[in-house]
């Protein structure tokens, strides 16, 4: 990670001697410029922050009201119910079933199809369910005396109580879609609706995919005297799709960490 950061601030004849640098050679910043001139990188990126920001929004409204009525042992069916979501956790239909599915809801070449198949995960919704579990059923209670329905139970009692495990299923949640190409590889073939790892993965397998028809030929021409060779441009690629999670993971660390040590201490 350090040598890619390293050669996306490089000129490019230093790469070619000291391809293994620590450090930047020669400091530049126009392979940024380069991609910011981009309109297939940006389009990409906007697409990837709406699918992870909205995406990320509903998982944890589906995930939280299933491991919440989960939570409850004693309503009926409710082993039934756990066993709905635990088989599929370990046995999948497959890719084929999955396609011919998407296919048939009209879901193919969507960016919803990068959010609605991934709405709950059994590994999430459980690991909430036991979290909620181990809360004591006398504050829930006491809401209930005070004529509180089952929703303003979980909204007022349960999540405010919930944050470290919110934080951390939310952060699972939200690195899966950040760094999810595989939807994109198998259900989205028009490349103007590709994530931003789907086009970072194709920048690196092929640098010409910067130069597609959706960026301005008047771009090219001035982006044209820029001193860059396609080394550069996948560095700072690289790094441009890495740094939005690095930010925002400081900022959850502390509920994540909190988030575990609870569910292993009172599981």
Do not use: C
Not at 183 to 212: A, Y
């Amino acid at each position: 990670m350090v040598n890619v950061w390293a050669i996306s601030f490089s000129e490019a004849h230093e790469i070619y001697k000291n391809p293994m640098m620590l450090w930047p050679q020669s400091f530049t910043i126009e392979p940024y410029k380069y991609i910011f001139h981009t309109k297939v990188l940006l389009k990409a990126f906007e697409i990837t922050v709406f699918v992870t920001v909205v995406g990320t929004l509903l998982n944890l409204a589906f995930t939280a009201t299933g491991a919440y009525g989960l939570s409850k042992t004693h309503i009926p069916g409710h082993r039934f119910l756990l066993w709905l979501v635990i088989i599929p956790m370990l046995f999948g239909a497959g890719l084929i079933p999955m396609y011919i599915l998407l296919k048939n809801i009209g879901l193919l070449n969507s960016i919803w199809v990068l959010i609605i198949p991934q709405l709950v995960a059994p590994f999430n919704l459980i690991l909430m369910r036991n979290f909620f579990w181990s809360i004591p059923e006398s504050l829930e209670e006491s809401a209930r005396i005070d004529g509180a329905s089952e929703l303003r139970v979980l909204w007022s009692v349960i999540l405010p109580l919930s944050k470290p495990v919110i934080a951390t299923v939310g952060l699972f949640y939200a690195v899966g879609h950040w760094n999810d190409f595989f939807s994109g590889l198998f259900f989205i073939s028009d490349n103007s609706k590709w994530p931003l790892q789907m086009v970072l993965r194709s920048i690196i397998i092929d640098f010409n995919m910067l130069n597609m028809g959706t960026q301005n030929t008047n771009t090219l021409n001035d982006a044209s005297h820029l001193v860059v060779q396609p080394e550069n441009i996948k560095a700072a690629t690289i790094i441009f799709a890495i740094v939005p999670i690095l930010v925002v993971y400081p900022f959850l660390q502390k509920y994540f960490v909190k988030g575990i040590m609870l569910g292993s201490v009172k599981g």
